[in-house]
């Protein structure tokens, strides 16, 4: 069985500050990870995945997320946090071991970020 | 590109009715999920439509139900409905080949009374 693990509920942070947001997972085999974004009565928006290869993944709005297999972390960061950047992040994995049955992804049950001016 | 649609965008109904939510996906998506987000509890996986055929579902009783279409538009079925089954319900998909992308619908927020 997948799981994603997102410790903190909220996370404030200074604009212009880095930021970041934890994420741990578990899977059987290799991950494909993904962090979404959701804004207030909204939907929710791809920010970036990892796959296979580098690390260090760069995604939208100037988001980023590294993965450490070592740690099974993949956390989401930004050099400089701004205001809009104020939304609930959702970290995601599939198991790309598990075989059909894992084409959905596990979530995590989200983080608040709040950037404040 | 158009992205992922949902009708309605709110349902109101009272427990022990049926509730039927509409998915569109992407043009050229064959696959469909739906998500339920109940406050609190984060997303959770409920079901996968693949060429018109379920291929999973969460963990949620057979009163969620659900289908694809030959469009490969999706609706989904809450017969029954319960005071808990108030949530966001989000629509996904996704591409042949490319099924750990998945692109999302705004969601119908469901409120049982």
């Known amino acids: ?117 | 590109e158009a992205g992922v649609t949902q009708s309605p965008t709110h349902l109101i109904k009272t427990r022990g009715q049926q509730a039927t939510l509409r998915c569109s996906p992407i043009s050229g998506h064959t696959s469909v999920y739906w998500y339920q987000q109940a406050l609190g509890l984060g997303l959770q996986f409920l079901l996968w439509y693949d060429e018109g055929e379920e291929r999973n579902r969460g963990n949620f009783p057979p009163r969620f139900s659900g289908r694809q279409f030959p469009n490969y538009s999706s609706e989904l079925n809450v017969n029954a409905l319960e005071l808990e089954d108030s949530a966001l319900y989000l629509c996904a998909s996704s591409s042949p080949g490319l099924s750990y992308e998945q692109y999302f619908g705004p969601g119908t927020r469901l409120t049982v009374t």
């Open chain 1, 1 to 117: 069985a997948q799981s994603v693990a997102q410790p903190e509920d909220q996370v404030n942070v200074a604009e212009g500050n880095p930021l970041t947001v934890k994420c741990t997972y578990s899977v059987s085999g290799n991950p494909y990870l993904f962090w979404y974004v959701q804004y207030p009565n909204r939907g929710l928006q791809f920010l970036l995945k990892y796959i296979t290869g580098d690390n260090l993944v760069k995604g939208s709005y100037g988001f980023e997320a590294e993965f450490n297999k070592s740690q099974t972390s993949f956390h989401l960061k930004k050099p400089s946090a701004l205001v809009s950047d104020s939304a609930l992040y959702f970290c995601a994995v599939r198991d790309i071991g598990s075989g059909a049955g894992s084409y959905q992804l596990t979530f995590g049950k989200g983080t608040k970020l709040s950037v404040i001016p």
